[in-house]
């Protein structure tokens, strides 16, 4: 693709070309911007409209990851050191991870790999680069030997080992579910699904022979708490021990309250309310820590789903 036209450019901007912004050799062999960058070229050309543009690249090829230069362009060509700060902002934009082209021998490689094997591959993708470089012919002897002719006369050999320095680690995405927690994680979820228990089993041990006329509002109010506390509990950190706790804290509220005021309680009478509120919450309880956990089964299908689409 190139950078500006048919997919790395959005799709309700015209089409433009970035021209080459120039450069010079500086005292220390590295190269800096030249003093007359064309208004057309990279560098002269607003940083948002190239990270888009980048963006637009990304989306259009599915990339799951960008690979570009480091900060200092390789070698300081302006334009290297441009595409750096657009690609990582593109990159970040996109929630993908970011790496840099980094010398073997620096210290700073996070990740180095061996592309002989793919020479073929590297020479044909130089190649491309017909403005930029003269690939020298393949060597019969050495198939995997790769070298080309900079503009200014310098040859120059393709390395048998890339490296690469990732960006910074991306903020790890909080716990979504319980397995994901950890040990400590697990025991405080444990702990406050029995406190949410307690909580509901005591005001529903309260409350549920409450009416509204003849109506028995606190019954099926209560029931539609620990019905909606153990099921959402399940289907959100998908667990059993969450679940089971909210229903052992909620039995035992109830059997606590009950058993202060002996048989001649008033909060647990001998009627429908008092033997649904007795027995429901085990009931739902047992339910809901009995159904199947599909979500492994669920994964396992859009995984096959996607390699379909992709295939």
Do not use: C
């Not at 057309?40 to 690249?57: H, Q, Y």
């Not at 960006?167 to 040990?183: G, H, K, L």
């Amino acid at each position: 693709l190139w950078l500006g036209g048919p997919g790395a450019r959005p799709t309700d901007l015209p089409e433009r070309r970035y021209t080459d912004s120039g450069m010079q050799w500086g005292p220390d062999g590295r190269a800096v911007a030249a003093g007359d960058a064309p208004a057309d070229s990279l560098t002269a050309a607003d940083l948002g409209e190239v990270v888009d543009d980048i963006r637009a690249a990304i989306r259009s090829t599915g990339a799951d990851a960008v690979v570009s230069y480091a900060d200092d362009g390789g070698y300081g060509h302006p334009d290297h050191v441009r595409v750096h700060h657009a690609a990582r902002y593109a990159a970040r934009a996109e929630e993908l991870p970011f790496s840099m082209i980094v010398d073997p021998d620096s210290g700073q490689a996070d990740l180095t790999v061996d592309v002989v094997p793919v020479r073929a591959k590297v020479r044909a993708a130089v190649e491309q680069y017909r403005s930029q470089v003269t690939v020298d012919p393949v060597d019969p002897r050495d198939p995997t030997a790769l070298s080309w002719v900079m503009p200014h006369g310098a040859r120059h050999q393709a390395p048998a080992v890339e490296a690469f320095r990732h960006d910074a680690d991306r903020v790890p995405q909080a716990p979504q579910t319980f397995a994901e927690f950890s040990r400590q994680g697990k025991v405080t979820a444990v702990v406050v699904a029995l406190v949410l228990g307690l909580v509901a089993g005591g005001l529903g041990t309260v409350t549920h022979q409450q009416t509204l006329g003849a109506f028995p509002v606190g019954i099926v109010l209560t029931s539609l708490i620990v019905i909606g506390l153990t099921v959402g509990i399940r289907l959100l950190y998908r667990s059993r021990a969450m679940v089971a706790a909210v229903g052992i804290g909620i039995i035992a509220a109830t059997q606590v309250l009950s058993s202060v005021g002996g048989q001649s309680s008033p909060l647990v009478l001998a009627n429908v309310a008092g033997y649904v509120w007795t027995f429901g919450p085990a009931a739902v309880t047992a339910l809901v820590l009995a159904w199947p956990d599909l979500s492994g089964i669920r994964a396992s299908a859009a995984e096959r789903s996607g390699t379909a689409d992709r295939a």
